[in-house]
């Protein structure tokens, strides 16, 4: 893995990974890396009657982890896991809230509308996100100095984990949605 990590080294350029899409269990590579933006995922639902209009929570398919080898970065501070935890950040990734999509290539069935989900679209969301704040950030130290510009889902689970925050969304920092979501740019 030592050999692999070289490969995700690139000062001054954002680093982000999916952190997978297989609910609580062993950290994900390239997620796991300190250098790298680790992104998860939540389920939005429309709720009109909300000064938001959208209720959010951890998407079950989500994955969350306390790493066995990579040590924790600096900026990361949780209480239950002494090395590095995945998420940092999360957006939506639920294939039933997903994104809706259209597909010009038109294979067989799934050519037209779709929609499409997974931590494969919460990372690329986080990532264009990151490049139209206009800055580039190095680890995600930048985005937990500014979590008060992110949304707190605090509902949800992605597994059995004893209502830890590894699993189960919480109040501030959890590991199935990070430090939250989105508010516009401010923390990315």
């Known amino acids: 893995m030592e050999a692999l990590a070289a490969h995700y080294v690139h000062p001054g350029t954002s680093i982000v990974a999916s952190s997978g899409d297989y609910g609580f269990g062993p950290a994900s590579f390239p997620a796991v890396l300190g250098n790298v933006v680790s992104v998860g995922g939540t389920t939005l639902t429309k709720a009109p009657t909300t000064a938001r209009g959208w209720t959010e929570q951890a998407w079950a398919g989500a994955s969350s982890a306390c790493s066995a080898y990579i040590a924790k970065p600096a900026w990361q501070k949780d209480k239950h896991c002494s090395m590095r935890t995945v998420s940092d950040v999360s957006a939506v990734a639920d294939p039933k809230t997903g994104l809706a999509v259209y597909d010009t290539f038109g294979l067989g069935d799934n050519n037209g509308w779709l929609v499409v989900g997974g931590t494969s679209l919460s990372s690329p969301?986080?990532?264009?996100?990151?490049?139209?704040?206009?800055?580039?950030?190095?680890?995600?130290?930048?985005?937990?100095?500014?979590?008060?510009?992110?949304?707190?889902?605090?509902?949800?689970?992605?597994?059995?984990?004893?209502?830890?925050?590894?699993?189960?969304?919480?109040?501030?920092?959890?590991?199935?949605?990070?430090?939250?979501?989105?508010?516009?740019?401010?923390?990315?």
Do not use: F, Q, W
Request: glycine content about 16%; overall charge negative; charged content about 10%.
């Open 125 to 188: 969301l986080i990532a264009a996100m990151i490049t139209r704040s206009g800055h580039e950030i190095d680890d995600a130290g930048y985005i937990y100095a500014h979590a008060s510009a992110l949304y707190d889902p605090v509902v949800g689970s992605n597994g059995y984990c004893g209502n830890d925050y590894l699993c189960t969304a919480k109040l501030g920092y959890d590991a199935p949605t990070g430090a939250g979501t989105p508010h516009g740019l401010g923390a990315l």
